[in-house]
């Protein structure tokens, strides 16, 4: 994951996130320490075996914070933060 992430407002985001396990490990998002959940908005996918992405077609201002996923199986779970800030295309 990079960190920071800089975008404009209206621009479309996508975080990502990597991670390797047997077995395959299941994936959470979080924004600023809450659980992101599908919506019309927000898209969260899983690519492959090892991959995992937020992707926010039109951010907002709102939209700017700390992006976590948490990559998890039964032997254990790792983390990873990007920072994002949104700039107003004003």
């Known amino acids: ?3 920071p992430v800089l975008v404009d407002e209206g621009s479309r985001l996508i975080v990502r996130c990597e991670a390797s396990g047997n077995p395959t490990p299941q994936y959470k998002w979080y924004k600023d320490g ?3 959940k599908k919506s019309k908005e927000i898209k969260i996918s899983k690519n ?6 937020v992707q926010i077609s039109s951010v907002k201002l709102e939209d700017s914070g700390n992006y976590t996923c948490v990559a998890e199986n039964i032997l254990g779970k790792d983390n990873g933060t990007s920072t994002v800030h949104v700039q107003s295309s004003k």
């Open 1 to 3: 994951m990079k960190n």
């Open 34 to 36: 809450a659980e992101l």
């Open 48 to 53: 492959g075996r090892k991959t995992s992405k």
